[in-house]
C-alpha cells in the first residue's frame, strides 16, 4: 500500500520534465488587456493566457517584475488554471519564479488548490488537494500543506503536512500535533471475484 501511495508523486516529476523541455519553445501571451502599475513596478495582465509547448496557464489576472524569463517572478490571482501534458491544476493564485529561462519555484494556493492527473502508462486518475504546494526545482522537494490528501483507485493518504523528495523518493508525512490531527490512510480492498464471476444466462422456465 505504501509503495502504492509513493506512485502518486511520481506525476509531479513529469511536470518539471515537460517544462525543462517546453522552455526551449516559442512563449505565446495574449491578454484581454495590459497596463504598468508604476507603484509596484509590475506589468498587470487581465484575462491573462499563456502557453509554451505543451504548458498552459490561464488567469483572472497575472503580474510580472519583468517581461521575460531570465529572471522573473510571475504571480497569477483568479480561477488559475494549469495544464501540462496529462496534468490539470486549479488554484485561486500561483507564484512562479524563472531564472535562465528555466522554473525554480513554483508556490500554488487555494481552498483548496487541487489538480488531477493520469499516471504514466496507466487510465488511473489520481486527484489531489491542499491549501499550500512549495515546489522547489532545484532540490527536488515538493512541500504540501493544509490539509493535504491524495486518492487513487479509492485509496488516500491525509495530513496537514507532507513533504516529498523526488531524488530519493522518500515521503514524510506529518500531524500538526493539535487535537486529534493525525497521519491517516484509507485502503478499499478492490473486488477480485468481480472478474472470475462467469457470465450466465437466466432463461425463463
Known sequence: MIKRFIALFFLLP????AQASDLRLPISLDADSTN???????LVFMGL???QGSIGIEADEGRATKLDFADSVWRFEGNVVID??????????ADLKFADHKLVLATIYGEPATFEMLRPGSAELTRGEAERLDYDLNSQIIEFSGDAKFSESGNQIAS????YNI??????????????????ITFTPQD?????TPDTEVKNP
Request: aromatic share 4%.
Open 36 to 42: 504598468y502599475d508604476g507603484n509596484s513596478s509590475m
Open 192 to 196: 477480485s471475484t468481480r472478474d472470475e
Open 49 to 51: 493566457r499563456l502557453s
Open 160 to 163: 496537514s503536512f507532507i513533504a
Open 167 to 184: 531524488a530519493e523518493q522518500r515521503i514524510n508525512a506529518e500531524s500538526s500535533g493539535e487535537g486529534d490531527d493525525k497521519v491517516k
Open 84 to 93: 501540462v501534458d496529462n496534468g490539470h491544476i486549479e488554484c485561486a493564485s
Open 14 to 17: 513529469s511536470l518539471a520534465a
